[in-house]
């Protein structure tokens, strides 16, 4: 949703003709967003000629190896060049099937999501792949974290669910003690 939403809301024209229909059809996979500390990002895109450079890394990204594109988050003005923190920072969509520079290290967080650490070296990126203006990347990100919290917030509700179905399940079958542990005994009955 956030992903999508970024691409949706404001992506070019050319950019929501390429690729919509396709991840819609269920032909590419956008699932993955790097953002990573925002204001303080480390990440670097920088302009040469036709083409950005990326060089940083982001940690605790989820989904990487389960998606073809990733949303970019990446710092094109120095820090010390721009008036507020969250200003200098732009979007960029990544065709992860064709990312030279990128090395993506699976770290195992949660047992129920799938998160890596990325490093960036010299990736280059199409000037066409930035995602609305240059500098306006915070302003895109902040107008999508709704709907991204609302979607974890579901995502949790669901793990829920799943792990209460499961320990139940569990309880049901496993025996301590010559009794299964669901069942209902009063505490004096325990040895």
């Known amino acids: 949703m956030y992903t999508m939403g970024?691409?949706?809301r404001h992506g070019?024209?050319?950019?929501?003709?390429?690729?919509?229909?396709?991840?819609?059809?269920?032909?590419?996979r956008l699932q993955d967003f790097a953002v990573t500390d925002t204001t303080s990002i480390c990440t670097t895109a920088t302009r040469e000629g036709d083409h950005y450079v990326v060089n940083g890394h982001k940690i605790y990204i989820s989904r990487v190896e389960q998606s073809d594109l990733m949303i970019l988050l990446a710092r094109t003005t120095p820090v010390d060049e721009v008036e507020k923190h969250s200003s200098g920072l732009s979007v960029f969509l990544v065709d992860l099937r064709e990312a030279e520079g990128l090395t993506v290290r699976p770290r195992r967080v949660m047992m129920?999501?799938?998160?890596?650490?990325?490093a960036?070296?010299?990736?280059?990126?199409?000037?066409?792949?930035?995602?609305?203006?240059?500098?306006?990347?915070?302003?895109?990100?902040?107008?999508?974290?709704?709907?991204?919290?609302?979607?974890?917030?579901?995502?949790?509700?669901?793990?829920?669910?799943?792990?209460?179905?499961?320990a139940t399940q569990r309880a049901g079958e496993r025996a301590v003690f010559g009794r299964r542990i669901a069942a209902r005994t009063r505490a004096s009955s325990f040895p």
């Not at 050319?14 to 919509?20: A, T």
């Not at 129920?112 to 990325?118: D, F, I, P, R, V």
């Open 120 to 166: 960036f070296e010299g990736l280059q990126l199409s000037a066409e792949s930035i995602i609305g203006e240059e500098g306006e990347g915070f302003r895109y990100i902040i107008d999508g974290m709704n709907a991204e919290r609302i979607l974890i917030a579901a995502e949790c509700v669901g793990d829920g669910r799943w792990f209460v179905e499961k």
């Open 112 to 118: 129920n999501n799938a998160t890596s650490e990325l």
């Open 12 to 28: 070019s024209e050319e950019q929501k003709r390429e690729y919509l229909p396709k991840i819609a059809r269920g032909d590419l």
């Open 6 to 8: 970024t691409l949706l």
